[in-house]
């Protein structure tokens, strides 16, 4: 499978772009025109040949720039990548599970060899051909969590299981939207979510958590959230907000298309084998809303999702200053029609614009 | 002292309780100011319970208020010190020796609570087998999510973070390891407008 | 989300398998290891895990889980071991009496409802009769990473004590074993005190042991989450009752030697469960309607749950009465 790999950027200059592919992939996260809080699980077992869903660690044009936009933010900030010690077997456990996937999955891009515990790792996109010992850290520039996580797209928490409980006791958290690995390190489930509004009084996270604990080995599952960003940044981190929370008040009528992005987290969770840890590979896909509303069916429904989402969650998720410029923007994309229910764009059944 | 009723608030917030005795072979008391008076609540509760006991007290801003009181109680062991940094080499030191079946029990402000629970439970007791109970001070310890300073004894939202000098809003969401709430730039959208500091809690 | 959205099976992922040996280990006691047809490894798993095993006994199918007790770093097989129960519910017996090696088996992938605590400074493992099973997978995944461990272990008799000889021998000094026959008993009380700071206690065997461990731990001043329990709740026996299945459209016979899970699955009913135990919590099933008392023996529902009449938990439990209407 060839894909061209972009070269792009996801802070300064925001060169990033998706291409008419990587837009007609997008995964467009509502299924109907309005949104509330579900336990919305199902198995992570293939997709659409050519959807995000397809394999187990989906790769796209953005690989390479999204990479190396991690070590820069590495560099910056080390804490963003932290495993407890008793994680290390975890962190074993990923790489195994990352390396066997991409390289059944995309056989021209990644190769493993295996001679007993002796591993050989080419990784032709980002030019490493690197041969360890598994199980000993000693023969890798990196712990195995950070040595994995550097070349594989979104982020990752791994989750100890114990006390009826999981437990973020490790993580590679660089494209996180606005939450902190380091302050969160060592919480229960209840706990790092503590600050989502309304989902605790609905029992969301009690039964997302029953499930959870019992994804098991061979049986993976998947979710996708949502959030907004402005500017195609990656790193909409707490420790950045100083920083990048300015731009959020750059947005104007004129570049509210290309500069407003609609950010979605395609969510796996894996049972990990030796370790019996959970890991959770939070995978960000950008889109502008110029190329959403260039599917018809979406650009309704965008719309209509923000224009009714409630107070608090519009608050939650960081946009309700920019809530109004958005609705002015994309009711000029909603011309009342009806959409087919499902994510899917259905370019040949939904009609264009009728404006 | 009466007891303070913190409001209800998210998940990770720590809600505290009251001392009761538990069975256990030994038992460590940490306490500082006010904290001292639900050390004395407990001792009434089990005459035998100080016999086991170790405390260990740093009175604060309350002087010899409660010490002589404390000692009357005959703890097996008594510490009086100046601050939890003092005492810190000392709780290390019993922790390390420490056999399971150790009951703790701490009081006092949520900064002496916090840390103490963290450095009990990094010795390996959780976190769910220490009983708290709050006395005194409501002021908080922050953590600054940009410089990751501490900054000791917060009682206003807004507050300056005394390590990098950035106005931060006080969260409630709260780190056990790091036994403290999360402060965040509170103008990063409207540079320069700060509101006016409330008094926590009111 | 998907296209086609998929359902989940019922059940772990389950795994083809050929008997490599089977191997009396003593009057009560046999060992079945199992390869794969291919020769393919096995997956890697945590010790503490178990496999459920299915049998196909007369046209009837029994699921069993039974405690890996092979090392996880091994890919080469998986190893379980089995008491034989004359009073028990067949599937002891169809393992003792049916099994040969060269038979073909499924078997689940590991499901782990009792791992080892990786950030333990110390585990103390605590083990009665057949319950030693577990505590050989972790003998061996902790001896690979260097973690300290100690090993208690109660048996009837010598000559029922498994694998009591070749433990004693491979890790001296590690491993006590207590005779009932000889009125030795593990000393429970002291060896609880004198443990350091973040030593954790693992029991498996009868209920009664792990009662009497957890409630000593407990009265010694141990935290709970210190003391890690495992027992497979065999489903007891009980009066038939009838019961209607609203999605399914049908009514069934629960029979007294067959728990509400299997007798659903009995008729056809591809009814959701993964430990068969009483204790994932996957089962867990609406109730609609109910006149009669319901008979909660698992570990999974909270107390007002099981109080309230509106769910309970097939693998395990039971109902005296004249309706109950499931939503399954």
């Known amino acids: 499978m060839t894909i061209q790999f972009n070269d792009e950027t996801f802070r300064g200059d925001y060169s990033f772009r998706n291409s008419p592919w990587a837009i007609k992939r997008f995964p467009f996260p509502f299924h109907e025109d309005s949104y509330m809080y579900s336990v919305n699980m199902e198995q992570h077992r293939g997709g659409p040949a050519g959807s995000v869903f397809e394999k187990r660690f989906d790769v796209d044009e953005h690989y390479v720039s999204e990479m190396r936009d991690r070590a820069l933010v590495l560099a910056e900030d080390p804490l963003r990548c932290q495993s407890l010690p008793h994680m290390t077997l975890a962190g074993w456990d990923l790489l195994e599970l990352i390396m066997v996937s991409k390289s059944e999955d995309y056989p021209d891009l990644f190769e493993l060899h295996r001679d007993g515990d002796r591993w050989r790792w080419v990784n032709k996109p980002l030019g490493i051909d690197d041969t360890f010992t598994f199980m000993d850290e000693t023969t890798l520039p990196y712990g195995p969590l950070e040595y994995i996580t550097r070349q594989t797209q979104g982020d990752f928490a791994v989750l100890d299981q114990r006390d009826d409980n999981l437990w973020m006791d490790a993580g590679m958290v660089t494209t996180q939207a606005d939450w902190s690995l380091d302050f969160d390190i060592g919480m229960n489930f209840f706990e790092w979510h503590a600050p989502v509004p309304l989902a605790h009084e609905m029992g969301i996270f009690k039964r997302a958590l029953k499930f959870l604990m019992n994804v098991q080995q061979g049986a993976p599952a998947r979710r996708l959230n949502w959030t907004m960003t402005v500017n195609p940044l990656l790193d909409t981190s707490p420790e950045n907000y100083h920083k990048w929370g300015i731009q959020k008040t750059e947005l104007t009528a004129e570049n509210i298309g290309a500069k407003q992005h609609l950010r979605v987290e395609l969510q796996t969770f894996y049972r990990l084998p030796r370790s019996n840890a959970l890991v959770f590979p939070i995978r960000c896909y950008l889109i502008a809303f110029q190329d959403i509303v260039t599917v018809p069916k979406w650009g309704r429904r965008l719309h209509r999702v923000i224009r009714d989402l409630p107070e608090e969650l519009a608050t939650y998720k960081g946009f309700i200053a920019n809530r109004p410029l958005m609705i002015d923007y994309l009711s000029r994309y909603d011309d009342g029609l009806p959409t087919s229910p499902g994510v899917w764009a259905d370019l040949e059944t939904e009609p264009p614009l009728q404006k | ?202 | ?328």
């Open chain 3, 1 to 328: 989300m998907s296209a086609a959205p998929q359902k989940a099976k019922a059940g772990a992922e389950k795994i083809e398998v050929i008997v490599s040996a089977v191997v009396p280990v003593n009057e009560l006691v046999t060992r079945f290891e199992f390869r794969r047809p291919d020769g393919a490894p096995f997956p890697p798993f945590s010790a503490g895990a178990h496999t459920v095993v299915e049998m196909r006994d007369q046209g009837r199918t029994r699921l069993n889980p039974y405690s890996l007790m092979s090392d996880p770093a091994d890919p080469s097989l998986y190893a379980i071991s089995v008491r034989r129960d004359d009073q028990g519910r067949g599937g002891s017996l169809y393992m003792h009496r049916q099994v040969k090696p060269g038979d073909r088996m499924t078997i689940t992938y590991p499901v782990n409802l009792f791992p080892v605590d990786l950030r333990g400074r110390k585990h103390v493992f605590l083990a009665g009769g057949i319950g030693i099973t577990p505590f050989l997978a972790m003998i061996a995944q902790l001896e690979r990473l260097g973690a300290r461990w100690e090993l208690h272990y109660s048996v009837r008799n010598a000559a029922l004590g498994s694998y009591a000889d070749a433990l004693t021998a491979r890790h001296p000094g590690k491993v006590r074993v207590y005779h009932d026959d000889r009125k030795q008993a593990i000393p429970l009380a002291d060896l609880l005190d004198g443990q350091p700071l973040g030593t954790h206690v693992y029991v498996c065997g009868p209920k009664g042991m792990i009662d009497w461990v957890h409630r000593t731990a407990t009265e010694h001043g141990w935290p709970k989450d210190n003391v890690h329990s495992e027992e497979f709740l065999a489903p007891q026996p009980g009066t038939p009752f009838e019961v209607r299945l609203c999605k399914s459209d049908m009514t069934i016979t629960v029979g007294e030697n067959e728990s509400l899970l299997e007798a659903m699955e009995r008729c056809g009913v591809d009814a959701p469960f993964l430990c068969r135990g009483g204790a994932c919590g996957q089962c867990e099933t609406d109730v609609v309607e109910h006149d009669g008392s319901f008979i909660h023996r698992d570990h999974w529902l909270e107390d007002d749950q099981r109080a309230s009449g509106k769910k309970i938990m097939p693998c395990v439990s039971r109902f005296v009465g004249p309706t109950l209407v499931l939503d399954r």
């Open chain 2, 1 to 202: 002292m009466s007891r303070i009723q913190f409001p209800k608030s998210i998940a990770s917030r720590p809600v505290y309780g009251i001392l009761a005795p538990r069975p256990g072979k030994a038992h460590l008391m940490i306490a500082d100011a006010e904290g001292a008076e639900a050390l004395l609540d407990l001792a009434a509760q089990d005459a035998g319970l100080m016999a086991r006991a170790h405390i260990l007290y740093i009175p604060r801003a309350t002087g010899e208020a409660y010490t002589e009181r404390l000692r009357a109680l005959n703890p097996a062991q008594l510490y009086v010190g100046p601050s939890f940094d003092a005492a810190l080499p000392r709780l290390r030191r019993v922790l390390s020796d420490a056999h399971m079946g150790l009951q703790v029990y701490l009081a006092g402000t949520e900064g002496l609570m916090g840390r103490a629970a963290a450095e009990v439970a990094a010795a390996g007791i959780p976190y769910g087998a220490v009983q708290t109970e709050h006395r005194g001070s409501l002021a908080r310890r922050m953590q600054c999510v940009h410089c990751k300073g501490i900054t000791e004894d917060v009682t206003t939202d807004p507050f300056v973070c005394s390590h990098c000098g950035l106005n931060l809003f006080v969260r409630d969401h709260y780190s056990r390891r790091l036994a403290a709430f999360q402060g965040v730039c509170i103008d990063a959208e409207d540079p320069g407008n700060i509101p006016e500091p409330v008094e926590l809690y009111k």
